[in-house]
């Protein structure tokens, strides 16, 4: 078959933005990630597509080896934004770290990934916008999440063995 992708117009693209929006309203991630791909082959600066693209992707997070975590982290670190670049960073970060808790991961294995993630917080929230308190709320997430377990369980567990002497 010999398809190929037709090109959307540059006045075609505010309501295309808005229509990824509303994909990714709607659960369909997959939905949201195509129009952000058509916008950004017209248009490959455009913020919102870059923001919303690298949400889309990580709303598909499963925790397992086929999330896309790089791409969509390579998306979101070409806002140029300073804050967004910061909070939406640490957003994919946390997604994926409780994309893997759900899946099992031992959590002392991903600890390191919430404290990345807490560490974009602090960085975006130093820098946020008036009233703005994202990065906050996203900060207390996670460190409620860290507290909803005992902290032997964040710690990596050493092995002893009984070499039978």
């Known amino acids: ?17 808005s229509k990824a929006e ?9 939905e949201s990630e195509s129009i952000c791909q058509d916008v950004l082959a017209t248009d490959p600066g455009n913020q919102d597509a870059l923001r919303i693209l690298g949400l889309a ?3 598909q997070f499963t925790g397992g080896p086929q999330d896309r975590y790089a791409e969509a982290e390579g998306f ?3 806002l140029t934004d ?15 770290a409780k994309a893997q808790l ?24 130093k820098i946020s916008p008036k009233g703005n308190d994202d990065a906050i709320l996203r900060w207390n997430r996670c460190v409620r999440i860290l507290q909803s377990r005992p902290e032997e369980d964040w710690m990596e567990k050493v092995e002893t063995f009984d070499h039978g002497e």
């Open 82 to 96: 300073p804050y967004e670049r910061a909070y939406f960073s640490g957003l994919a970060h946390e997604r994926r």
């Open 102 to 125: 759900r899946a099992g991961r031992p959590p002392h294995t991903l600890l390191v990934l919430f404290e990345e993630a807490l560490r974009l917080y602090e960085q975006a929230a």
């Open 57 to 59: 992707i990580s709303d």
């Open 22 to 30: 509303f994909y990714r309203v709607l659960n369909e991630p997959a």
């Open 1 to 17: 078959m010999d398809y190929k992708l037709k090109s959307i117009s540059q006045a075609g693209i505010a309501e295309a933005i």
């Open 76 to 78: 979101l670190q070409r």
